[in-house]
């Protein structure tokens, strides 16, 4: 598949040209501002889709809105329309096309010319109203509040909000770049196809200003707490993903606490609110650590490094029970709430152990009472 991309050098081309460099048979041709409109021609050799991704949006003037917006795509399709063969296009427009201000005028008169370009040329053509679209490599201080947020914040820059109660509609660029590659290659594998019609980037992410603001502060402020929001699902991975881009390469890296003793270190790594702690520790030869058992916390270690013996009692039954680990066998020793526990290293050399425990540890609760494991006679 042959795709011609304009604006390719822009925030949705970048990521779509980096998207299709993945999919094996693809070619991409690439049309900037420092490419003319006599190149296309040359450009359009055997292209079996285009996407159209060009236009301005922050001019000087408003008389740029239409020479970059409508103007543009008008020369564009005319070029398209005097080829042999018949290329379809996707046009990425904007949710400021139902507006009536200079910027969405010039975008429905530039959707107006590609919906007569499919169908005096019988050709498909797919048209998105995109909503603001975030991610990585948008240009901050530009036309996204997300990216000047996040560059703003990830470098200790005020930000301004004039209305947190403000709703503004997101689209994630990821999400963007599927939907166009996949409707690209329906396109280019049926020339047949003959359809004019609006097409939709889900999900849509309706959020206000202030709440975008704040988890963009906790995002920041979690290096320092540990405690990393819920970034694993939904817009607030994309979210946490598209802030984490922003980071200079200074800030790519950052200390957490480490506690040390006669014993060994522990250092705690990550914090979430609902799924526990990890954190890790080590212990010289011959060190036992532990020794106390807990009502409802519960853990899982594994051994990294060395080798160690984790010893365990029933608090009401006294019942024993121990087994020995090392970091050559990955293996999960979880403990269970009721049972004194252990652990020792009985290997040569420094231990190392990973560590999770099912909830934060709380210095004024700590679920956590000494009782030693072997009893003495």
């Known amino acids: 598949m042959r795709v011609l991309i304009t604006g390719a050098n822009g925030f ?16 991409i041709i690439k049309y900037t501002r420092s490419n003319s409109l006599d190149e296309l021609p040359s450009l359009l050799a055997g292209v079996d889709c285009v996407v159209h991704l060009a236009g301005v949006n922050r001019p000087e003037s408003n008389d740029e809105f239409a020479k970059g917006n409508s103007d543009f795509t008008q020369s564009l399709l005319s070029v398209l329309s005097q080829q042999d063969r018949k290329i379809p296009v996707i046009y990425s427009s904007s949710i400021q096309a139902q507006r009536d201000n200079p910027y969405g005028t010039s975008k429905r008169l530039a959707e107006d010319a590609v919906v007569s370009y499919g169908e005096e040329n019988d050709v498909a053509v797919k048209i998105y109203r995109l909503a603001n679209v975030f991610g990585k490599w948008c240009r901050p201080n530009y036309n996204s509040m997300v990216a000047t947020f996040c560059y703003n914040i990830c470098n200790d820059l005020p930000i301004q909000i004039n209305d947190e109660s403000a709703e503004v509609s997101l689209v994630y660029v990821d999400d963007v770049c599927e939907e166009f590659i996949k409707v690209a290659k329906e396109l280019a594998s049926n020339s047949e196809q003959r359809t004019v019609n609006f097409g939709e980037v889900a999900p849509v992410y309706r959020e206000t200003v202030g709440e975008v603001a704040k988890l963009l502060h906790e995002f920041k402020k979690s290096r320092d707490t540990l405690i990393s929001p819920r970034v694993g699902d939904g ?73 160690a013996r984790f010893c365990f009692r029933h608090m009401i039954t006294n019942e024993f029970y121990e087994l020995v680990t090392d970091g050559d066998t990955p293996e999960i020793v979880e403990t269970a709430p009721g049972w004194s526990h ?27 009472y000494a009782a030693p494991v072997k009893l003495t006679d």
Do not use: C
């Open 12 to 27: 949705v081309g970048q990521n779509l040209t980096t998207h299709l460099n993945e999919i094996n048979g693809v070619e």
């Open 342 to 368: 252990d652990i020792t290293n009985i290997g040569d050399g420094e231990m190392v152990v990973m560590l999770w425990a099912n909830e934060i540890f709380d210095r004024e609760a700590p679920d956590t």
């Open 235 to 307: 817009f607030i991975r994309k979210l946490y993903s598209t802030y984490v881009s922003y980071l200079s390469t200074d800030n790519f890296s950052y200390k957490v606490p480490k506690y040390g003793d006669e014993r060994g270190v522990f250092v705690e790594m990550l914090k979430t609110k609902d799924s526990g702690q990890f954190s890790f520790f080590t212990a010289h030869p011959g060190i036992t650590r532990g020794g106390h058992y807990h009502h409802t916390k519960n853990e899982k270690f594994l051994v990294i490094k060395g080798r």
